[in-house]
T-cell receptor, first 115, second 112 residues
Framework: AQSVTQLGSHVSVSEGALVLLRCNYS??????LFWYVQYPNQGLQLLLK??????LVKGINGFEAEFKKSETSFHLTKPSAHMSDAAEYFC?????????????FGSGTRLQVQP | DGGITQSPKYLFRKEGQNVTLSCEQN?????MYWYRQDPGQGLRLIYY???????QKGDIAEGYSVSREKKESFPLTVTSAQKNPTAFYLC???????????FGEGSRLTVL
């Protein structure tokens, strides 16, 4: 089974609109969860992470995500999109119920921001 | 500045040739990783190493080899056995405590 699923390979929003990128995970125990952003031909940059504690996590550039154990979700949101937010976003999990100490990534969501 | 350096950024190779991608980090991280990125498939784990002189296969290790002789370095060799090597390769390192990865800028390999 896929460890992490991102719904929607492409999302388009208008500048100033809400951004919502969806991520669901599968794990028998709560994993560590991450959101990364990638600009063309570059590496990935960490936006935010959830390990333990507060389930609402704030990251850089105004993004935040909420860990919902009952829904096995970790959706990424931003209240108001900016043109500079156009990029590809990846959700990743580190499962704590296996011995593998590496992140598994979703297939990515490309965000377009329309003027 | 501390970070991860990958080289070369762009590489072209003929079929049947082995190529080695370099990854160096000065973050003093114990763990290092190689991922392959293809359009629409996200990142897939090739190999990872938690400590010097030890490494584990990831999900798509066939046709690749690595070494970890120094803490700072984790080179990846793409062998001629890799059937479809054209891709964007990303190296990362981690301090290990939370699993957060720090990425290099990537190397784009094209097989002619």
């Amino acid at each position: 089974a896929q460890s992490v699923t991102q719904l929607g390979s492409h999302v388009s929003v208008s500048e100033g609109a809400l951004v919502l990128l969806r991520c669901n995970y599968s794990s028998s125990v709560p994993p560590y969860l991450f959101w990364y952003v990638q600009y063309p031909n570059q590496g990935l940059q960490l936006l935010l992470k959830y390990t333990t504690g507060a389930t609402l996590v704030k990251g850089i550039n105004g993004f935040e995500a909420e860990f919902k154990k009952s829904e096995t979700s970790f959706h990424l949101t931003k209240p108001s999109a900016h043109m500079s937010d156009a990029a590809e976003y990846f959700c990743a999990v580190r499962r704590m119920d296996t011995g593998r100490r590496a992140l598994t990534f979703g297939s990515g969501t490309r965000l377009q921001v329309q003027p | 500045d501390g970070g991860i350096t990958q080289s070369p950024k762009y590489l072209f190779r003929k079929e049947g040739q082995n190529v080695t991608l370099s990854c160096e980090q000065n973050l003093n991280h114990d763990a290092m990783y190689w991922y392959r990125q293809d359009p629409g498939q996200g990142l897939r784990l090739i190999y990872y190493s938690q400590i010097v002189n030890d490494f584990q296969k990831g999900d798509i290790a066939e046709g690749y080899s690595v070494s970890r002789e120094k803490k700072e370095s984790f080179p990846l060799t793409v062998t001629s056995a890799q059937k479809n090597p054209t891709a964007f390769y990303l190296c990362a390192s981690s301090p290990g405590s939370t699993g957060e990865l720090f990425f290099g800028e990537g190397s784009r390999l094209t097989v002619l």
